[in-house]
Each structure stands twice: as C-alpha cells, then as structure tokens.
C-alpha cells in the first residue's frame, strides 16, 4: 500500500514563508504526477499545484501563482511545496496527492477523483 505523509505544516506570520514536503513510500516507479490541495474550515478541498513525474511540467491555482513553487525529487520520492509571501487566506489543511500516470489531460489535474492516493494532511496557519 503507497503511504503519502505531508509535513512541514505550523504557524507563520502574514509574509512569511514554509516550505512542505510529502514523502512517498511503497512506490515501483516514478513515472506518477503529484499534487498539493488544501482545505480551509468550512470549504471544500481545492487545487493548488501539481507536477509531472519528472518536474518538466507544473500547475498552479491562480492565487498561488508567483508565490508557490511545486518541485519533486524522484531519489527520495519527495514532493515539496514551497510557500513565500504567505497571506491569512492560505490558512488550510494541505493535502498531496498521488496520480499514477506521467501527467494529466487538459486540466484534469482539477479532478480529485483522478487521484490514486492522498496523505492525512498537514495544517498551515497564516496568522495576520
């Protein structure tokens, strides 16, 4: 059974920055695209990031564009979500996700029903 385990999570001041990451055991290859999501209190689980099974293509939610980056190392089966210029509105429970093919069609990467396997979660609190 793969296991996705987020960490990184805590409480940061309005500006500051956090860097998460999501480790992936149990895997037979690497060829799988990864994503983050996150849920606020009260709101459904959205879109954040994803990226291909070797990093050469991304996508971003709009609101995170220019402030988060998504990248992965395969030697350690790795995914990372680095988070600068956070604002209180990035106040969530984030999530990564685990899809077994390369990457998506289209924007299929918006359709959590695609992926194969979510990790339990890592809480982020933007404090203002």
């Known amino acids: 059974q793969v296991q996705l385990v987020e960490s990184g999570g805590g409480l940061v001041q309005a500006g500051g920055s956090l860097r998460l990451s999501c480790a992936a055991s149990?895997?037979?290859?690497?060829?799988?695209?990864m994503a983050w999501f996150r849920q606020s209190p009260g709101k459904d689980r959205k879109f954040v990031a994803a990226i291909s099974w070797n990093g050469g293509s991304t996508a971003y939610e709009d609101s995170v564009k220019g402030r988060f980056t998504i990248s992965r190392d395969n030697a350690v089966n790795t995914v990372y979500l680095q988070m600068n210029s956070l604002k209180p509105e990035d106040t969530a429970v984030y999530y990564c996700a685990a899809f077994f093919r390369p990457w998506f069609s289209g924007s299929d990467y918006l359709r959590q029903t695609l992926y194969n396997y979510w990790g339990q979660g890592t809480q982020v609190t933007v404090s203002s």
């Open positions: 149990r895997l037979t290859s690497a060829s799988y695209a």
